[in-house]
């Protein structure tokens, strides 16, 4: 599965067609129901630049998020490409009200997310998974798997 995603990946010439491979292959390969790339404008305001979604919800590309409290902790770890986080409950986990409250208008339940680091190695963004309907054990397989990207 790996090898036909990235061969599909590979044959992409425009940076957003990569990009648009890159969210669809995960999305399929982990049975979720959203894969987003979130660009970073600062490290506290982005927008998602490439999503792949069930036909069915609405769509949040282009869509800007500011959190000017994103957490500190998190831009530290994913700027030194570690930092990768799973949720399984967003109401379990222990994150900040502000963030449950970002996630909850975007309809996340439980998500992975995992930093991309750029060609000068920096942080450009996150990719992240999602689960819209109910929370989701993620496995460390699928955990792995995303790190690739």
């Not at 792949?52 to 800007?64: G, N, V």
């Amino acid at each position: 599965m790996l090898t036909n995603i990235i061969s599909r990946i590979y044959n992409c010439a425009r940076e957003e067609d990569i990009l648009t491979a890159s969210v669809e292959s995960v999305k399929q390969a982990l049975n979720c129901d959203r894969s987003i790339v979130y660009a970073f404008a600062q490290l506290t305001l982005g927008r998602i630049i490439a999503k792949s979604t069930l036909p069915a919800l609405s769509s949040i590309k282009r869509m800007t998020i500011e959190d000017p409290g994103f957490e500190p902790d998190y831009i530290s770890k994913y700027q030194h490409g570690g930092g990768v986080q799973s949720i399984d409950n967003i109401h379990e986990a222990g994150i900040s009200n502000r963030l449950v409250n970002i996630w909850l208008k975007i309809v996340v339940k439980a998500n992975i997310t995992v930093p991309i680091i750029g060609s000068q190695n920096e942080l450009f963004g996150l990719l992240v998974v999602d689960r819209w309907f109910n929370y989701r054990h993620w496995q460390e397989p699928e955990i792995e798997f995303l790190k690739v990207f």
